[in-house]
């Protein structure tokens, strides 16, 4: 048991948000936890290399038959006061465009759509209001949760009936927004929790059992817990959340995400769905159709399936027997900088993982043959800098959430029958976060081709230095100044919400607030995103994915 600042008690695991008393809407401060949740506080306001210049100028399209207001500071979403303190302790300082519409508009009830740009801040945009809406609702929403000091583990059992369901397509990304969950849902009194793939189905039925209000989960290891009802069950469910959706909704999830979004017990007409992603194919309007109320909004920052000005795009001509003397000129040139290599199969990440190690590099590699256990002791060795070389396959891409990656190298550039200039989108997204600056290399080899005319407009509509061998393919006359997006696939002039209904949107402008029907008084100003040193390890205080309950564990479920 721990004591907190305030003199009070917590019950079993305060860092896994179980505690013994009641105390309210709030929970108390505990100095231990927020040393380890947010980092050094002499440092949190302190982290440099932001660079909002370039994203608070980028335009924001919003579509449907409300007009949102946007907000021009967190202060004027209004907010749970103890939801402000917790934007501060993250270092949060200004909204991003996609923040700044979407927060109001979950706080008004909205169903919502957000199509922004890969580290944009999609998580705390969404993550902020459902929060803030269900604090001092929580106990009255919430199901039972057993006393942390009489629960007989393995033999009471208690079924957890989360009221936030959020839904992901990879075990990396699930272990990234809970981790931010565990930040925004400190003193709330919502306990957070995690179920992927790749670990024992009961080991995360345990931490099931132990009471979740916030739960994030891919949709295999999902749909088996949906099918055991006495584990869990969705019929208190309110918000349910798709993140990254277009990888979602392919077909390849159709089956797995059917029986979560209508099969689970909730009663779909009590649940807020909102969709969030960096592209928004004919699936996921599909899909909005469905489910999402007719009044829903959309929301897109810049073009659909875009990239930001933030990120130093170079493009270099290599063929394949080029590749690796090429790569390793690179590294050594960049020496000591957190760097993603993107390949495009398991056996090729293995190959260069050898031939790299042979080099005497600092390398590690994943993929999804790997196990849990070795996705995630790839992930520890690269947060921490022990081998700030990371070696990737293109679905990793949705799940890495790392401070300070600098450089981003397509060592395989994405094929245009498989993801096309969207993969490489969210590829080079790792890289250039919220404001930061980035560097991505691209090689590019007579089988890309195909890509090089979309590449060539995605290089000209974030002002980029265009190469010799791909001038070939620059517009000419008005259509450099009009370019033409084949993957623009987020507008449907079918739509409800087109061309009639869409309002214009500045990122930039000022606004009251715009949920004064759910406003909290009380104050607390934001910090920055961002942070740590651009060399070795974190210092912001993140947790990484073996660490996210502060326990020595090979994984979070584990640690409850």
Sequence with gaps: ?????????????????????????????????????????????????????????????????????????????????????????????????????????????????????????????????????????????????????????????VTAEPLVLIVVPTRELAVQIFNEARKLCYRTMLRPGVVYGGVPVKEQTLLLQKGCDVLIGTPGRLVDFIQRPKVLTLRRLRYMVIDEADELLNDDWSEELNPILSGGEQDEGNVKFSLFSATFPKA????????????????????????????????????????????????????????????????????????LFNMHLPVTSMHSDRTQQEREAAMRAFRSGNAPILIATGVTAR???????????????????????????????????????????????????PMASVLTRTLLETNQEIPDFLQQYVPEGEARNNLKFEADSDFDPNDYAGAGDAWGGDAGNDAGNAATGDAWGGGGDGGNTGGGNAWGADNGGKTGAGDAWGADTAAPVAAW
């Excluded at 998580?123 to 007989?152: C, D, H, Q, V």
């Excluded at 960049?334 to 993982?353: C, E, K, W, Y």
């Excluded at 990656?405 to 890289?431: A, F, K, Q, W």
């Excluded at 404001?435 to 890309?448: K, W, Y």
Aim: glycine residues 10%; charged residues 25%; negative net charge.
């Design 1 to 157: 048991m721990a004591t907190s600042g305030g003199d009070q008690q917590w019950g079993c695991n305060a860092r896994a948000y179980a505690w013994q008393d009641e105390y309210g809407d709030v929970g108390p401060k505990y100095p231990e936890l927020e040393l380890e949740l947010f980092g050094d506080p002499t440092i949190r306001h302190d982290r440099v290399g932001l660079d909002f210049s370039q994203i608070e100028s980028i335009e924001v399209q919003q579509e449907g038959p409300t007009k949102i207001d946007p907000i021009s500071s967190f202060r004027d979403a209004g907010v749970h006061p103890a939801m402000l303190e917790n934007i501060e302790l993250c270092g949060y300082e200004n909204p991003t465009p996609i923040q700044k519409f979407t927060i109001p508009s979950i706080l008004m009830g909205h169903d919502v759509i957000g199509i922004a740009q890969t580290g944009s801040g999609k998580t705390a945009a969404y993550l902020i209001p459902i929060l803030s809406k269900l604090m001092g609702k929580a106990k009255k929403l919430a199901a039972f949760r057993p006393n942390p000091l009489t629960f007989r583990e393995g033999i009471d059992e």
């Design 284 to 355: 996921a309007r599909d899909l909005a159709k469905n489910y999402l109320a007719a009044s829903h909004v959309r929301f897109r920052v810049g073009r659909a399936g875009s990239t930001t000005a933030n990120i130093k795009q170079i493009v270099l001509q290599a063929e394949a027997h080029e590749k690796k003397e090429l790569l390793v000129k690179l590294l050594e040139e960049m020496h000591g900088i957190r760097t993603i290599i993107f390949v495009n199969s398991r056996q090729a990440a293995d190959n260069l993982d050898d031939f």
């Design 399 to 449: 799940g890495i959430d790392v401070q300070n990656v600098l450089h981003v190298i397509n060592y395989d550039m994405p094929s245009i029958d498989y993801g096309g200039i969207e993969e490489y989108t969210h590829r080079i997204g790792r890289t250039g976060r919220i404001g930061h600056r980035g560097v991505a290399t691209s090689f590019l080899s007579e089988r890309d081709e």
